[in-house]
């Protein structure tokens, strides 16, 4: 069976700002549609326009999802986020993308502020692979770049991660942990910092191999539902 | 200067039943006050009653909290619940006691269902320190035993944590993680399992003990502002 | 391709001891190389009078190994047991049985005493499934029995796991945390509580779903070696 | 009663390197215990030269331990480096500094290779600190820096960290998790990059301030045996 990704994609930038639809024409969601899908791959997309559409019964048809998001997060619906958070807990996967960061589901899944540093520079990042025996980190050397990125800084209020994958340097001077892994509930959960809109970066080939992967490996191996306080017998008692 | 504790505890049990009432005459908060209160302690007690009275201002000045509830944490309003969550990112410490798994502001913090199954049926439990190292588990022995609680079993729906310090032994046959740490911003967190209204489980030396351990340790060292997205200067620019 | 697998036995116990031999006449490693043996799944064995056959070439193609040891831990050769750590930091899954937990290899990876505390009662072992979404407890329901197992208990010394997959309940009050993950270097590793020699726990089918998942899960992704301190070349230098 | 703190330092490059000997001329333990010694505070120490004498009664008798090692790792005797193993799984916290890395008592408690990669340049490092809140960063700012180091790169191969306190950022472009705590046993770990003996590092005032404030931090609360496999009674044996 397919893996089935479900992509949200704020979709705002590329409607307001020209520079970034002269690297986005089909959005951001396009270009990651365009990464992911294969034979093996379904792709389904939704932005801000469409949010509401994201029911439980499309989460439930998902294996991973992608989210990106910067400057609209306060306008997706807090039922919304709840959805999606629930539907980790019960078993999706999901890949929040550079400032996803700050967005609803991944604070609710966190429970800290997930606040960092930043600055629109131009910066170079360098991405350090501190896991070259993970899943997510298959097919890179030792490093990658990118030629043009937002900074992103530490400390990062994020909880400890499961994993540290990748530890960003920037020309400018910052470091940043810029791949994590975390699992809550049943879901696993990928955090990955490239991803500026105003860069090409979702085109870069070392970007899409690393989404690819993510995708792969954080598609549920077997769905249980979260459990729901069910009552324990007492001895005796018929279960 | 003294270590000020902020003890919350719904209160409606010790009101509306009479066997719980026998128990906790000057409610559950008034039996943990009498177990901490020192020359070195001092203790503020509020209930759902007076839940709203937990201020900022309030919070600032609590170097570690405890929490109780069970009935009502749908009654907790969601700003107090934020404002809990929010000074322990900045660095109040926070001991969720027995059925405060299920309150607001630990599944904040945690970020997932925080869900168990129980059973009520007056199980003997038998704490085991699996950590005998751990500040919180100074002066007691291999383990101890409480003769009549509420089971709780796994799975218990919360993140991996910094360190399982107790597992409860049930008699009727099942095992909890019953003592666990997490940090989260800069604020230590501690889950304790035992506490339920209808055993006189806070009088008991063992997890006064306990309780008195989890409040130094959670003492925050020193305070700092969790950091909000402070930007980043350019290189050239002046911080 | 086929999994490769590869089992340690030590074999010392079904020599030395009838009621041993009438459980495991093939041996211990018989019955877990029965249990595995498929057309995806090939096994090999090795028990200590073979040990030092366990050479470098064995286990570069050894996808996952199974240890178990008892009496004569201290009759590993040193190098033996460096040479299946190394393995594993290079890639190599492994799954340590029952008093594994003393092995040579499981202590060199652990860095810990590995000590628990044990008693021989002939107790039953319900043991709960933790995290019911890991791909090891995938097919199990909340829980499953073993009639009658040694009693392992806590304090166990090894490091904070990765993941606690299963706590063992004793029917004579102890716990353990019975089934737990982590990873060293670029390998996978499994530590599971069941297989007292006296008792016919590796034909039990819950233990067998449980192997063969760890299996499953532990074998490698792909193998990269371990990096032995490569030279940084100064900026201008050709790498 | 005063913090007891046991320097090694091997002490050959002193001897041997005109350079060193210039920087450090008491050694760098010299500059060490110069940085600790306080009325709160005693220091001894010992070199490759009295290595022996770091006998069970002397470490018995340590609060902390500082680790420098860096050509001479494979002259330290194995029980020697044993032996401070089993000291701080019995509750010795220990600090491992710069190519302490490598040591016997590091890898011995790690478990894994502990390789990195280097490059010695004379590179600028700039120290993030990515827990402010920690007892280790306290009176910190957000990073300091260190004009000329040893550069150490990623991937290091260790066990994922407790926490990542400091991640060092290279003007030569490499990035590593520089400062990181563990728990083993009982006992309390931290390794800090910071340290090449061709540079004056152990009297930058950050540098101290770190070590000093993770010998507070390192300093067992309370100390407790190792459990040695302790038999576990029958119900009703007396215990």
Redesign the interface.
Known sequence: MKTRVTIYNEGVHEQTKENVRAIYPNGIHGALKEALETDEVSVSCYTLDTVNEITDEVLDNTDVMLWWGHARHAMVPDEVAARV?DAV?K?MGIVFLHSGHHSKPFR??????C?????E?GDME?L??????H?IT?GLGRYFELPHVE?Y?????I??P???LF????S????F?SGCT??????RIFYFQPGHETFPIFYDENVRLVIRNAVKWAK???R?P??????????GEEE
């Not at 975390?182 to 879901?187: D, I, V």
């Open positions: 958070r807990l078993g609710l899944l966190m429970g800290t502020s606040n960092l540093t930043w600055r520079n360098r350090w692979v501190v896991n070259p025996a899943p298959q900074t800084g530490e400390p990062f209020g909880p400890e499961d994993e540290v530890i960003g340097w920037y400018g001077g910052e470091v942990r975390f699992h809550r509930g049943n879901g549920p191996i077997y249980v979260e459990l729901l306080c069910p009552h324990v017998k007492k001895p």
